[in-house]
């Protein structure tokens, strides 16, 4: 695995940071005071729009496809040190038009959208004239294992039908948000894996209500928000179904691996970030008479952020690389790993620099207690953390039953 970064990604970045200087840290206080004048879910900052234009006029656009035809072309592991960059802002990742769920959707609809979907629904998002959502998880039912959701798909005539209650469906609050990708049973007799399928459902469609959003730890992360959507008898033409019946397991596999991984890079930068805020607090306050960047705990924490930061962000590499080589599947136990690593690291950083900004820490003004809640729901989104870590002592556990097989034929010769 080569290190260096390409001339292209070396440029990339230096335009993304240029960016993130001139025009990202310089509007996040002016998007949040756009957004308390109004309904939060009712209005989209201008601020907003006016940097998204920015970005596209910059040529930094849907950079997180792989796909020439519709991103920037970059492998996963030249788009990781791009994401990291991005992902310093709140706001940055849809400034870019890489922001979730929408870049999962995307993804989706690349690789398994009819010619049909990809015109309907693909170029409006790929435009950025439209956001969407991913509605999966479900209240009654332990949703980190997939093949347990209950929501129907029901085939009628040349409809299917549908009914079911999803909440958490990110970006659903958002006035731009028109189509949503929703999981659901087609076939409940089928094999466990073969069960699911996936549908577009727009939002507008008879049927559909947005009971609720939820706030994570009292923050509404609006526009954008986490909705409890009623699906009552919605009838969507057969053309909806993403790929087939019974291939929407396989479709959630193959959308949550990117997904999973781009959460990763996107977590690394706001740990910078948070480094970078708590070094220079600790450089400008005093306490008990010399500065607290003197104090030896102060400078463990610093240390400690640091190697832990590298350590997430090589392990990140990795598996982007791996992804890139030899593919998602054989980069499962990698991209589990990360998922892991990369949320808990984040919280351990923006923890110190809460501590170092002591009663500042924990109110709005510095932005880490809102970092923190947000980044705290990756240890749940994608899966948790005990999925992933299940995942992985399968994984090694299968190594070693392959070692002690071969062994075993060794000694028979």
Known sequence: MEFEYSQKVKDLQVKLTRFMEEHIYPNESLYEEQLDKHDRF?????????????AKEAGLWNLFLPESEYGAGLTNTEYAPLCEIMGRSAIAPEVFNCAAPDTGNMEVLVRYGSDEQKEQWLKPLLNGDIRSCFSMTEPDVASSDATNIQTSITKVGDEYVINGTKWWSSGAGDPRCKISIVMGKTDPDASRHEQQSMILVPLDTPGVTIKRMLPVFGYDHAPHGHAEIEFKDVRVPVSNLIWGEGKGFAIAQGRLGPGRIHHCMRTIGAAERALEELCERVSEREAFGKKLADQGVVREWIADSRIEIEQARLLTLKAAYM????????????IAMIKVVAPNMALKVIDRAIQAFGAAGVSAD?????????????????????????????????????????????RTF
């Not at 992804?323 to 990698?334: F, H, I, L, Q, R």
């Not at 749940?380 to 005990?386: F, V, Y």
């Open 42 to 54: 009712a209005v989209i900052p201008q601020v907003l729009d006016e940097l998204k234009h920015k």
């Open 323 to 334: 992804m890139d080589t030899v593919g998602n599947k054989e980069a499962k136990s990698e």
């Open 366 to 410: 510095q932005g880490l207690a809102a970092k923190w809640a947000n980044i705290r729901t990756l240890r749940l989104a994608d899966g948790p953390d005990e999925v992933h870590r299940r995942a992985i002592a399968k994984y090694e556990l299968a190594k070693s039953q392959e070692r002690r097989e071969m062994h075993a034929r060794e």
